[in-house]
T-cell receptor, first 115, second 114 residues
């Protein structure tokens, strides 16, 4: 079973709202990722958690705040976003954490629109 | 630095045609991994294949096949007898050994018409 789930599927928010994206995997994977994908572009890595600790932050603005409550869950808290943050947000997981290049399995994504 | 080039932006074929998607990579690493992902209109990236740099054997999985050639730094993907359900954006990606960050190509959009 290589399933990563994400909620919600679609989200529309105003620039003053606070919202959260959720990601869950039950494959026992120890690394989880957030990606941002704009239309007609490849995914861009935002954050990586390895063994529940933040291991990579690709210089993402502080209006995006990741959280890994446990090894199966990954959240992305959103606050004071800009219209240019509208994109598809993808979550992924891989078997091992730091020091490995394991296959990343992706969720279906959350399509975010910021008004 | 790593780089992945997918020169074909969009390919249109008619059902049952064979189609090859090109992927050329650049790296100074001696060990690395290459991946192909499929992204249908629904948005999810579906993993197709992972290859390490020591394994140059070609791979076949049903109608899909992959040709890995280190001499030309290419990892091409062929779909035999294409079907409408193959319509998607296909991404080639590279990962350096020991690192979690993948470098993606810009993707090739494949349109298969009936």
């Amino acid at each position: 079973d290589t399933e990563v789930t994400q909620t919600p599927k679609h989200l529309v928010m105003g620039m003053t709202n606070k919202k959260s994206l959720k990601c869950e995997q039950h494959m026992g994977h120890r690394a989880m990722y957030w990606y941002k994908q704009k239309a007609k572009k490849p995914p861009e890595l935002m954050f990586v958690y390895s063994y529940e600790k933040l291991s990579i932050n690709e210089s993402v603005p502080s209006r995006f705040s990741p959280e890994c409550p446990n090894s199966s869950l990954l959240n992305l808290h959103l606050h004071a976003l800009q219209p240019e943050d509208s994109a598809l947000y993808l979550c992924a997981s891989s078997q091992e954490g730091t020091g490995r290049t394991d296959t990343q399995y992706f969720g279906p994504g959350t399509r975010l629109t910021v008004l | 630095a790593q780089k992945v080039t997918q020169a074909q932006t969009e390919i249109s074929v008619v059902e049952k045609e064979d189609v090859t998607l090109d992927c050329v990579y650049e790296t100074r690493d001696t060990t690395y991994y290459l991946f192909w992902y499929k992204q249908p209109p629904s948005g999810e990236l579906v993993f197709l294949i992972r290859r390490n740099s020591f394994d140059e054997q070609n791979e076949i999985s049903g109608r899909y096949s992959w040709n890995f050639q280190k001499s030309t730094s290419s990892f091409n993907f062929t779909i035999t007898a294409s079907q409408v359900v193959d319509s998607a954006v296909y991404f080639c990606a590279q990962g350096a050994t020991g690192f979690q960050k993948l470098v993606f190509g810009t993707g090739t959009r494949l349109l298969v018409s009936p």
